[in-house]
């Protein structure tokens, strides 16, 4: 039924009666989020339920407050959770290339740090002063003197012997030898030796030979002595050591008692520090091999003592929020960072860096989805960990180098973070239908609404948002008019009377620009003025495209008709979206209709500039019209259909109640007045469905008719299921309460024959046919005759082939 739309129906206002103040200043700030009671739910189930697999995903449409929300709810809940342990890594005595993690109670760490960066201190000053004492030096004196008496009666006794048998021992530089001597003490030489009768040599020789063993004896006993004076003075430099200093060790071990990861590892300190006391005496200067030459002074590394405070949760006071805003690989799981020496990339566990899962660790991380997905293994690692249960830090590149480099393998920390991604809903069910482990590690699934119900209580919370971000923002307040005009701008940007959008953001970017606008009228408070103004100039600095539409429409580049009568013609709307800014914008649909059996052609189609869901909408519109015109007879025609001057493609259905009536007209020959405009869905029955962008499709032939004037005359049929979606401009409410502009509701799609064409369209009588003098047996009427023309060509056709088989 075709029903005038009234100026109530246009526009949902809310009036600045409604709200129980007169500037935001009387109201308090919003504390709590608003339209989410679905999502916070599920938020506040996956935060509390502690189980492998259950992490977080946020998902919802940009600016509906997501991070906003999720931040605030962590730091609340975060507060009262544990501080986590400090992680620290540090050197490895037994395996260099795997740095041990400590895990330590919160602010341990850099107490641990800084108790080993005084040991090292104390230590090279003072076992220095160790080895220099007379103390030390009269122990190693006399361990020494012991060593060279020893030494010395050993080799007088070998000596004695030897002379005893006419043999001495000499040293030369290859070492100790005997050689037999005369009775003169000379010693025999080669020429008076080989001179001597066979038997007298062989007795020197039997003589050389048991003296020479007796020699090879005392060289080993004195080398064993020697070994065995080493390990003394070791054992020595150990005890002088540990003496002085060994108390200091044991201070650090009392006092982290608790700790036994800690103790290991001081005891190895200690037995390293015992290991390499070399590395603590005090350094002898190299002479220079040339005069002008000065030896690099190589001093010895103390790196290896240092800890390496990894995480420090010193200043926390509860459990971490870390929010990623650059998830990369290295940022998520850290790195080992490599410095160049004499050109050589070298690095040690002092450059193990901290990445956002180990500072995370016993508390929450909340990543972007997309950003991740952008960042090539970031994904895959995460979930990895999530498997595993922990976290490793690896160069992920290595595998992909030509020439390896040095690097480490730290020891892994065990995992405990709770993982909350954000992202689009698009992001969510491509990663849930796509990927089987996602489904296993992130069970939760918190959807953010984009709009909510417009009752009080959320309209009341509405101008509490508003209080919220004048005290952020520093913004001057709202008076209740102006609170009133950002509720209806809600109501717009949700699309229906009865609900607000969640899109916070878009609300915000209002509130500033108005914020603005008033400061150069000097005003003390935004008034609902300021708020048009805001809107107005938003249009402005946004419409470029659609007015240079409209001028091209008014200087007849663009063909558009808004006055008579033509038959197969009618203006159609759809809704050009550029991003920031979207209107309607009219376009002229065509249809011919003649004799043939093609049936209904679509052009776009054909050529390629077709969506899926238009070439539905044209399907429908053929078995429309066969159910209600091909009772009696085949539906025998064709005809084609197009959108005139489109040189883009085109998609949706909204069209299809614009298309048939072109048709219909076409095939009929009854002209449309081209004053109107339609839009509106259909379906098989001829029923009309709502479309989307109903505002702006009317406000974008309200446009157009304005080029020529409004006269009374002009208007938009629209789908009755689509009333509920009006929020209209000012100026079109205005023009419909004026009488120059007019707006129709129609349910079924010959609801709008009579007011587009002036005939009725006619009911379907019992035997299958209309009443004359109605639209519909009009295109009954020629739809019969397209059929009958065919079957007398088909008829014709086949008597031609009778007259060629018998010629006689």
Not at 64 to 71: L, V, Y
Not at 409 to 435: H, Q, T
Not at 488 to 514: I, N, P
Request: hydrophobic share 35%; net charge negative.
């Amino acid at each position: 039924m075709l029903r005038k739309v009234t100026k109530e129906e246009l526009y949902k206002c809310c009036e600045p009666s409604e709200m129980p103040f007169s500037t935001t200043d009387e109201i308090s700030p919003l504390k709590e989020t608003i339209g989410q009671k679905r999502a916070l739910n599920a938020l506040r189930f996956g935060l509390g339920i502690d189980s492998h697999g259950f992490n977080i995903y946020i998902l919802g449409e940009s600016g509906t407050g997501k991070m906003t929300t999720i931040r605030k709810i962590l730091e609340e809940k975060a507060a009262n959770e544990p501080v986590p342990a400090d992680l620290c890594y540090v050197y490895n005595f037994k395996n260099p290339d795997m740095p041990r993690a400590l895990s330590l109670p919160p602010g341990t760490g850099l107490a641990l740090h800084k108790d080993m960066d005084e040991l090292i201190t104390a230590l090279r000053q003072e076992i220095p002063k160790i080895f220099e004492s007379k103390e030390y030096e009269k122990q190693r004196s006399k361990l020494l003197e012991d060593f060279q008496q020893k030494q010395k009666k050993f080799f007088s006794d070998l000596e004695e012997e030897a002379k005893a048998k006419d043999f001495t021992l000499r040293k030369t530089v290859s070492g100790l030898v005997l050689l037999p001597v005369k009775t003169t003490g000379e010693t025999l030489s080669e020429e008076e030796y080989e001179a001597l009768e066979p038997k007298v040599k062989e007795k020197i020789e039997a003589i050389g030979r048991e003296l020479q063993e007796k020699l090879d004896d005392v060289i080993r006993i004195v080398r064993e002595e020697e070994k065995k004076i080493k390990d003394m003075m070791t054992q020595l430099e150990r005890e002088a050591t540990l003496s002085s200093v060994g108390h200091r060790i044991d201070e650090l071990k009392s006092k982290y008692k608790y700790h036994e990861n800690v103790i290991n590892y001081l005891e190895e300190v200690k037995e390293d520090i015992l290991a390499h006391l070399d590395d603590f005496k005090a350094q002898e200067e190299q002479a220079a091999p040339l005069p002008f030459m000065k030896p690099a002074k190589t001093e010895p590394s103390f790196v290896r003592f240092v800890v390496n405070v990894f995480v420090n949760n010193s200043e926390l006071k509860g459990a971490p929020v870390v929010i990623e805003s650059n998830p990369t690989y290295y940022n998520l799981f850290g790195r080992v960072e490599h410095k160049v020496q004499y050109g050589i990339a070298v690095t040690d566990f002092t450059m193990i860096k901290t990445g956002s899962l180990q500072a995370a660790n016993g508390g929450y991380l909340v990543v972007d989805a997309l950003e991740m997905l952008k960042n090539i293994f970031a994904y895959d690692a995460l979930k990895r960990t999530i498997k595993d249960k922990v976290i490793k830090i690896e160069d992920v590149w290595e595998q992909y180098r030509l020439i390896s480099t040095v690097t480490l393998r730290p020891e892994a920390i065990p995992f405990n973070v709770k993982i909350i991604l954000v992202g689009s809903p698009r992001l969510y069910y491509l990663l849930y239908n796509l990927d089987e482990e996602y489904r296993e590690l992130f069970k939760v699934k918190a959807d953010y609404e984009n709009r909510m119900d417009r009752n009080p209580e959320n309209m009341l919370r509405y101008a509490s948002f508003i209080k919220t971000k004048c005290d952020e923002r520093g913004l001057k307040p709202f008076d209740k008019g102006a609170v009133a005009k950002i509720i209806e701008y809600g109501s717009r940007l949700a699309g229906h009377q009865l609900k607000l959008s969640a899109k916070f953001s878009d609300v915000a970017d209002l509130l500033r620009e108005a914020d603005y606008w008033a400061g150069e009228k000097k005003n003390g408070a935004v008034t609902a003025e300021d708020i048009e103004k805001a809107l107005e100039e938003k249009t402005y600095r946004s419409n470029k495209v659609e007015q240079k539409i409209l001028e091209a429409t008014q200087e007849g580049t663009i063909l558009m008709d808004t006055e008579g009568a033509v038959a197969g013609q009618i203006n159609g709307l759809s809704v050009l979206d550029l991003g920031d800014y979207s209107f309607g914008m009219p376009s002229r649909i065509t249809a011919k209709s003649y004799a043939g059996r093609a049936g209904i052609v679509n052009i776009e189609r054909e050529t390629k500039m077709s969506g899926r869901i238009h070439e539905k909408a044209i399907l429908i519109l053929t078995a429309y019209l066969g159910a209600k015109y091909a009772v009696k007879h085949s539906l025998s025609l064709t005809a084609s259909l197009t959108f005139e001057q489109l040189y883009g493609g085109i998609e949706g259905d909204s069209a299809t109640c614009a298309e048939v009536y072109a048709l219909l007209s076409s095939i009929s020959g009854v002209p449309i007045k081209q004053s109107f405009a339609v839009t509106g869905s259909m379906n098989q029955h001829g029923e009309v469905q709502p479309i989307g962008g109903v505002n702006e499709k009317i406000e974008g032939f309200f446009e157009v008719c304005k080029l020529s004037g409004l006269n009374g005359q002009h208007g938009v049929i629209i789908p009755k299921r689509n009333l509920l979606n009006l929020m209209l401009k000012k100026e079109v409410t205005l023009a419909v309460e004026g009488g120059k502009f007019n707006i129709y509701s129609i349910e079924n799609v010959e609801d709008g024959i009579e007011i587009l064409t002036g005939m009725q369209p006619g009911e379907m009588q019992p035997d299958g046919t209309y009443p004359e003098g109605t639209f519909n047996y009009l295109v009954a009427k020629r739809l019969k005759e397209l059929a009958d023309a065919l079957k007398g060509e088909k008829a014709e056709g086949k008597n031609d082939e009778k007259k060629k088989e018998n010629p006689d």
